[in-house]
């Protein structure tokens, strides 16, 4: 709560008085869904924490930031054959060195794109994608969603923490 121009925060332990006060939780809130049948198979996971656990697999990424190329080369090196929808006409947000080392790797044919694509369907051994012209189904032993979070806005609205832009009239 304010107190004149500080900040007091309170706890059950003590209360502190602040000039600013920086909340640190990292990248806290839910994966965002695809909102399509079979997301919820066991083989579907929105977070890889070893590409060397998977080998020999078909494998499909969603998403075309970072993490989605990291997992994508990661996996490929791994052994694996990936597959990448990406509903963009081209990666335009990863960091320069992941996409230098992504498009290598297509080079390669460790990964094959498919852009301008979304997924409309995850079955247990395969995805259906729309693409621009007709469904097109994909092999995928696993499937891997990278396709951002949300941010954890309950959590900052129970704090009372206003989000700048928000326009929800509890908030003011």
């Given at each position: 709560r304010?107190?004149?121009?500080?900040?007091v925060l309170e706890s059950s332990q003590a209360e502190i008085t602040a000039l600013r006060v920086v909340l640190a939780i990292g990248k806290s809130g839910a994966s965002r869904r695809l909102g399509v049948p079979g997301e919820h198979l066991p083989h579907v996971f929105n977070r890889l924490f070893d590409?060397?656990?998977?080998q020999d697999l078909d494998i499909l990424v969603v998403g075309g930031g970072d993490t989605a190329l990291e997992a994508a080369t990661g996996l490929a090196e791994a052994g694996n054959r990936v597959t990448l929808s990406y509903r963009g006409e081209e990666m335009s947000r990863?960091?320069?060195?992941?996409?230098?080392?992504?498009?290598?790797?297509?080079?390669?044919?460790?990964?094959?794109?498919i852009y301008r694509s979304k997924v409309r369907e995850v079955r247990e051994k395969e995805t259906v994608l729309q693409t621009d012209h007709e469904p097109k189904v994909v092999k995928s032993?696993?499937?891997?969603?990278?396709?951002g979070r949300e941010p954890p806005l309950a959590f900052f609205k129970r704090s009372g923490i206003r989000m700048a832009g928000a326009k929800d009239r509890a908030w003011y």
């Open positions: 304010r107190k004149g121009d500080r900040l590409p060397g656990e998977f990863p960091k320069e060195e992941n996409l230098d080392r992504f498009e290598a790797m297509v080079k390669r044919g460790r990964i094959v794109p032993d696993r499937v891997f969603t990278f396709i």
